[in-house]
């Protein structure tokens, strides 16, 4: 059963053309979703925790938001270096530190 | 402050031979974990060391594989015999304490042939 799901698979932008990315979950007792960016080659990057429906959180062109049922990362003007994997996660159970991550949605920003 | 490090980046090594991956987490960071992504599939837990001792270790798929954690500090993940499954991409990460973000190293892409 898929706990977390990101869409869409593949993402491919203009520069400056703005979008968003969903993940949604069916884990109960949300303690806290994950947002990560990856890079080729490299480790996941941590960007953002949110932990309660209506919360939001920015860093620089990023916006994440998170609802009772999903997250959507808003990606504002993008830039070529936006492109990544960004991948959600959240944890497995809601006493469990272990996390469950999504599939992740690939961005693509050609100039 | 030097991040998560892992060694080594790639190895190719043939069915049933044995393979050590090695992690060496943030320092002073207790919490120590491992996942893994194979071919074409989300990345999935291992398991999770708090300083030296398996928190948590459900996620390991066999007994062929065994991690261990000397004196809290690095941290080996070894397989053996390897099987053809077993190739994908092995990423450690650690954290000062639970719930905080995780910090992954670059990982260790194991191919058995």
């Known amino acids: 059963e898929d706990q977390v799901t990101q869409s869409p698979e593949a993402l491919r932008l203009q520069e400056g053309e703005s979008s968003s990315l969903n993940c949604s979950y069916t884990v109960s007792g949300l303690r806290g979703l994950f947002w990560y960016r990856q890079d080729p080659g490299k480790g996941p990057e941590f960007l953002f925790t949110l932990y309660s429906a209506g919360e939001e959180k920015e860093k620089e062109r990023l916006k994440a938001t998170l609802t009772k049922k999903e997250s959507f990362l808003h990606i504002t003007a993008p830039k070529p270096e936006d492109s990544a994997t960004y991948l959600c996660?959240?944890?497995?159970?809601?006493?469990?530190?272990?996390?469950?991550f999504g599939a992740g949605t690939t961005v693509t920003v050609r100039a | 402050e030097a991040g998560v490090t892992q060694f080594p980046s790639h190895s190719v090594i043939e069915k049933g031979q044995t393979v050590t991956l090695r992690c060496d987490p943030i320092?002073?960071?207790?919490?120590l974990y491992w996942y893994r992504r194979v071919m074409g599939k989300e990345i999935k837990f291992l398991l999770h060391f708090v300083k030296e001792s398996k928190q948590d270790e459900s996620g390991m798929p066999n007994n062929r594989f065994l991690a261990e954690r000397t004196g809290g500090t690095y941290s080996t993940l070894k397989v053996q015999p390897a099987e053809l499954e077993d190739s994908g991409v092995y990423f450690c990460?650690?954290?000062?304490?639970?719930?905080?973000?995780?910090?992954f190293g670059n990982g260790t892409r194991l191919t058995v042939t």
């Open positions: 990460a650690s954290s000062p304490y639970e719930w905080a973000p995780l910090h």
């Open positions: 320092s002073g960071h207790d919490n």
């Open positions: 996660a959240v944890p497995l159970h809601s006493n469990d530190y272990k996390l469950s």
